[in-house]
């Protein structure tokens, strides 16, 4: 194997079984390791009865750890990155470390392999043409709403990283900031034993997670439908004005707005201020 190469290598996301033959002939052939957590990669390497020395790069010492990175590179070592799991740099460290081995005009290899992102987006039966990579939401609602409100008119099917401890929190603001008409597929702990691809509504979703506390384990990907395009849009806001004129009719306006947003998918706060213009109109 070449020396003096950095090696990005995709690691399994949770089954020991998807790792490719290429990773594991790179992680035997390297001379230094680099990873997310040295704990896990050694239970991994133990796995695959690999013995190699290992050094951490985290997104606390990242930045630290560039000078060891080029040090070892330019005494003509090899090294592979990995993180805990997937591709690195993919919502996980190495982009620092990455940026500036090319920088010094050293060579990146990259090992390619699983992708929670990708794996998600390739059963989620949202469409895959085109789609856009949101990684975490802020732990905060008020920053999760900020960038939620950001990606509201984003025609692309959107991804999401998420964590057991903010599932719930995260679909919830999803459903304030998008509508909860808007359709998600949760795919939770993929690739592991209780892998698990629910549909749905952003509504009928949160109804789904929070009856089922075992549904709120695990790490997930969250594929939401994009915004329908401009033209659709207007169409369907001729459309639900039509359908609120006529509940307008037999019901108050609370009721008329709630019972329309569920009939059209529009948000029913937009409706219900709505109906009251149309009252005052008459």
């Known amino acids: 194997m070449s020396e003096s190469i950095l090696y990005v290598v995709a690691t399994p996301i949770g089954n020991l079984a998807d790792i490719s033959e290429r990773a594991l002939k790179v992680l035997r052939s390297v001379d230094l390791i680099a990873a997310e957590d040295t704990r896990h990669t050694r239970q991994l390497l133990m796995h695959f009865t690999i013995n190699k020395p290992l050094f951490s790069v985290h997104d606390h010492n990242e930045q630290q750890r560039i000078e060891k990175v080029i040090a070892e590179l330019s ?19 190495g982009f620092h470390v990455v ?8 060579q990146v290899v990259p090992v390619p392999g699983p992708c929670a992102l990708v794996t998600a987006l390739s059963a989620a039966g949202m469409p895959t043409d085109r789609f856009c990579f949101e990684g975490f939401l802020p732990a905060k609602s008020s920053g999760r709403k900020k960038q939620l409100l950001q990606v509201e008119e984003e025609t692309r099917t959107l991804v999401f990283y998420e964590s057991p401890h903010r599932i719930v929190d995260s679909l919830t603001d999803m459903a304030d900031v998008l509508g909860g008409h808007r359709r998600i597929t949760v795919a939770r702990e993929i690739t592991k034993t209780f892998e698990t691809f629910y549909t749905g509504s952003l509504d009928e979703v949160l109804v789904w997670i929070q009856a089922d506390a075992n549904q709120q384990r695990g790490e997930f990907v969250l594929v939401v439908a994009g915004a329908p395009a401009k033209e659709d849009e ?30 059209t998918g529009q948000k029913k706060n937009a409706l219900y201020q709505q109906a009251l213009e149309l009252q005052k109109a008459e």
């Open 75 to 93: 005494a003509g070592q090899s090294i592979a990155l990995v993180s805990d799991a997937g591709t690195p740099l993919i919502s996980d460290p």
């Open 99 to 106: 940026q500036a081995v090319r920088q010094a005009g050293f």
């Open 234 to 263: 207007e169409a369907a806001a001729v459309s639900a004005e039509k359908v609120l004129k006529v509940l307008l009719d037999e019901l108050p306006v609370k009721q008329a707005a709630a019972l329309c947003a569920k009939i």
